[in-house]
Each structure stands twice: as structure tokens, then as C-alpha cells.
């Protein structure tokens, strides 16, 4: 990558950088005063539509905060249009799924995606960015269990009780499903990957609501399986996850060049059980609202933790919040610039 800062890159390979890099989940979004304005004329599922403006919020961050990384600007749910999921965004609560799959007939009705007919717009937003970006690009799906959280649920869920009685009701029938989306998401993926995407980041967000017994007989397969089709497009791919610590260890084993981190889960603890795997994470999003010097207390503290180690990519244990004061966000970014000076 000529003439591009590729310190993410060379953290996602394990390698030693003068300091960690760092972008934010979710670092575009409704925090932002642009973003903000652009959301007056615009619903989110119309700017990921169109490649131009896409293509713009993506940048947003990079040129406003100086973020090692740009994350494609889309959401997780996306691709599940071309599969004829009959899906909506509701503001303030997220994705709704008019006709939830709970049966055989849900399953079967799930069309294959085909990345470049069902998802055009997404895969020459990439070609756009890739013309004037001097950062990596970070392509992303989301998990097979998070992408069928939403499909059985029917929306946003706390207890995830119709999934997981699917699961365990329809044992042949959820593999099926996640058989399924594991084939959509590698399609997706590759299709991200060879548009440009220099990373790809996976996106379980709800899979830390399965205990590590039920982590291992119904999702870990799916895992390695995605995982090991994405092996040869030869790009890091991050892994991960909300409330996996204890997941950690079998998801080290299915699969990623990185493990994500959430900010429930010690840095310390974690390096020592992946060994020399690199990591990302894992300040809690909500310090990005204390005082500055609580927040430098923190980012430091962080960094202190991981001892130096190659390998660590800074981020957040989740994605921003709205209403995050975009100083604090930018004071972060200064802050890790700070260290290698």
C-alpha cells in the first residue's frame, strides 16, 4: 500500500508499529455533526444506497479525526435484502424483520446472495473510496448467529428467547439457517474484498448470549467454516464479539488474524490466553464522556496493560454512542499520536 499509513495492517499481522492504530466502531455515525446533517435529508438505508454519498460518511471520520482506519459505511442487515428478508430500519430501535423465520418454510425461503446483483451499491462504494482513501479500508458482515438473532427474533432482543428456543427446538433445521448464512457472508466478504477492502471485520455483537457449551455445538462449526473460506483472499480479518469473554477461547479456535475485544474483558487476561494473536479494544465506550483526564487516565491505563506487545489495534469494546462529544473522540486519536512522538 503505497503511500498509505498501513500501521493497521502491520498490528493486524503482529508485527511491531511505533504505537498502536487506532479507529473507532461505529466512528461515523449519529455523534457527528455532519452525520447529523446529512441524516436531516437522508434515512440511513438511503445513504448506504447511494455510493457517493455512502462514500462520503465513510471519509467523514478519517479527514475529521484522524483515524488510522475508514470502516465501509453500511449496516449489518444490508446484504439480507438480497436474500428476500422483508426488513426495515426503525429509528431508535434498529432492524425489524416483518416476517421472522421460525420454521422449515423461513429457511427454505432464504434466497443465496449474490453480492454484485443484490448489493451493488456497497461494492462501488468501496471502488470510490479505495480512488482517494490513505488509510486502509475495512470491509465487514455481520456473524451468522447475529444476522439469525435478528431473523428469529423479528428485531432487537434482551433475552434472545425465540432464537435460542429455535436452536435448541430445530437442531438439524438451525444449522440449516446458519448453514446458510455462513455461505452468504463468506459470498459478501470475498465480494468486499475483491472490490478493495484491505481488512474485513466480523460482527457477532450478539452471540455473548450463548453459553460456551452452546457457542461450540451451535455456532463454532459455522465459524470455522466462514473463517476457513476467507482464509485464501489473504486479508487479516478481526473477530469479533459482545460479552465473549468467556467465548474467548473457542473463539480464538474458529478463526480471525484478530480478536476483538469488549471492555468487560481484561486486556491482560486476554493476551495471556491468545498468545501472540492480535488484539483489538477495548476502551468502554462511556468513558469517551468523562472529563479528559479520567479519559487519558483510561487510554493509558489501556496501553499500559497491553505492555507494549505488537499486535494491538486501539478501539472501542463496542461501537460509539450517540451523543458522544466528538472532541473526546478526537482527543483519543491525539492521545495515541502523542505516544509515539
Do not use: C
Not at 15 to 40: C, D, H, I, N
Not at 101 to 130: H, M, N, S, W
Not at 148 to 156: D, K, N, Q, R, T
Request: proline share 8%; glycine share 8%.
Amino acid at each position: 500500500m503505497g503511500g498509505v499509513n498501513d500501521l493497521i495492517l502491520k498490528a493486524a499481522r503482529g508485527e511491531a508499529t511505533p504505537r498502536p492504530p487506532v479507529w473507532f466502531m461505529r466512528q461515523a455515525g449519529r455523534y457527528q455533526k455532519s452525520y447529523r446533517t446529512l441524516r436531516e435529508r437522508y434515512t440511513l438505508p438511503e445513504i448506504v444506497r447511494q455510493p457517493e454519498l455512502a462514500a462520503q460518511v465513510t471519509l467523514s471520520p478519517v479527514e475529521e479525526l484522524g483515524v488510522d482506519a475508514a470502516i465501509l459505511f453500511a449496516d449489518i442487515t444490508t446484504p439480507l435484502y438480497g436474500m428476500g428478508v422483508d426488513l426495515e430500519l426503525v429509528e431508535g430501535k434498529g432492524p425489524v424483520i416483518h416476517r421472522p423465520i421460525r420454521d422449515e418454510k423461513g429457511v427454505e425461503a432464504l434466497l443465496p446472495l449474490e453480492p454484485e446483483e443484490a448489493v451493488p451499491f456497497v461494492l462501488q462504494t468501496i471502488r470510490i473510496l479505495k480512488r482517494v482513501l490513505k488509510v486502509p479500508l475495512i470491509g465487514f458482515a455481520g456473524a451468522p448467529f447475529t444476522l439469525a438473532s435478528y431473523l428469529v427474533e423479528g428485531g432487537p432482543s434482551r433475552h434472545f428467547l425465540q432464537v435460542k428456543a429455535f436452536m435448541y427446538r430445530e437442531e438439524a433445521l438451525w444449522h440449516r439457517l446458519m448453514e446458510r448464512l455462513t455461505e452468504a457472508m463468506a459470498r459478501y466478504l470475498k465480494a468486499q474484498k475483491e472490490a478493495g477492502a484491505d481488512l474485513l471485520q466480523i460482527f457477532d455483537s450478539w452471540v455473548g448470549a450463548l453459553s460456551p457449551a452452546d457457542y461450540r455445538r451451535y455456532v463454532k462449526p459455522h465459524m470455522a467454516r466462514l473463517f476457513q473460506a476467507l482464509k485464501p483472499l489473504g486479508v487479516p480479518v478481526i473477530h469479533f464479539g459482545v460479552g465473549t469473554m468467556g467465548l474467548l477461547k473457542d473463539m480464538r479456535e474458529a478463526g480471525g488474524e484478530v480478536l476483538g475485544l469488549d471492555h468487560h474483558t481484561p486486556l491482560p487476561w486476554a493476551r495471556e490466553v491468545l498468545g501472540r494473536v492480535p488484539v483489538q479494544g477495548n476502551l468502554d465506550p462511556v468513558l469517551l464522556f468523562a472529563p479528559k483526564e479520567v479519559l487519558q487516565r483510561e487510554v493509558l491505563r489501556i496501553l499500559a496493560e497491553n505492555g507494549g506487545r505488537p499486535g494491538h489495534i486501539f478501539n472501542l469494546g463496542h461501537g460509539i454512542l450517540p451523543k458522544t462529544p466528538e472532541e473526546n473522540v478526537r482527543y483519543v486519536v491525539e492521545l495515541l499520536k502523542e505516544v509515539a512522538a
